[in-house]
Structures are given as structure tokens and as C-alpha cells.
């Protein structure tokens, strides 16, 4: 219970040993997300974007066959504009391209997309890499 006396407030029982330990370890727990972001921030290296793919689905739609993919950003920059060609080849030669754009591919992580070939892809080489990106 608070008492009041001469505009100043003061409590009249000692705070419980609950109220303690829960800030103490609130604390404990805001420092080390600071210190943890703060070594992050200074001691992480700036490393330019590295993509690499891997095909997901090929799936039949009304107009073709749609290439599902995930990109894999490596570096630990963000790339914005990713803008990815895929190329269906058969015997090294490419029969057909598309081209898809992502607005960002964070770093050290993925992205899903997809093309859509008019032609069917099963049996064939599919070959997807990135042509250019902007830093953000």
C-alpha cells in the first residue's frame, strides 16, 4: 500500500522477493539482446551477395509448365532487383528462357519464385542463375 505525506510517495511494505528475481532477470535478458546485436553489428563481415538455387515443383498450368525454385542468398548483404534467368537446355543447347525478378533476396537467407515455360521441362536441363542485382 502507498502512503502519502508532504506530496512524496512512498511504499510501506518491502517490495517480495518475486518482484526482484523478475527484474533482475528482465535485465540480464535486455543486456544480453544488446550486447548480442551490438557484437553482431561491429564484429559480423560484410560479405556481397552469393546466390544459388534449387528447383522445387514443376507443375502443369493452362499455359505451359510453371518451374517453382528457391534462391539461396549466401553473402550476408541484402541484394535488391534479383533478376533471374532460367533456361531450359537439351544437350547444352538452350530450347527456351524466362526471366523472373525479385524485389529483395536478404542475406543468409531464401526466396521462392517461379517461370513458366511453354514447353515441358521434364527430361531436360534446367539451368537457373542470377544476371544482376542492385544494393538496396
Not at 510453371?66 to 544437350?91: M, P, Y
Request: hydrophobic share 40%; no cysteine; charged share 20%.
Amino acid at each position: 500500500m502507498t502512503t502519502s505525506s508532504n506530496n512524496r510517495h512512498t511504499e510501506a511494505v518491502k517490495p517480495h522477493w518475486v518482484e526482484w528475481a523478475t527484474g533482475v532477470v528482465s535485465a540480464m535478458i535486455v543486456l544480453t539482446m544488446i550486447a548480442w546485436i551490438a557484437g553482431e553489428t561491429l564484429l559480423q563481415e560484410d560479405v556481397p551477395p552469393s546466390f544459388s538455387f534449387t528447383v522445387s515443383a514443376v507443375t502443369p498450368v493452362e499455359n505451359g509448365h510453371r518451374v517453382e525454385f528457391d534462391i539461396l542468398n549466401r553473402g550476408t548483404l541484402t541484394a535488391a532487383a534479383v533478376s533471374v534467368r532460367a533456361e531450359i537446355t537439351e544437350q547444352g543447347q538452350p530450347v527456351e528462357d524466362a526471366e523472373v525478378t525479385f524485389d529483395y533476396v536478404p542475406g543468409n537467407s531464401k526466396a521462392s519464385g517461379g517461370v513458366v515455360f511453354t514447353g515441358d521441362p521434364t527430361g531436360r536441363n534446367i539451368r537457373l542463375r542470377a544476371m544482376g542485382y542492385t544494393d538496396p
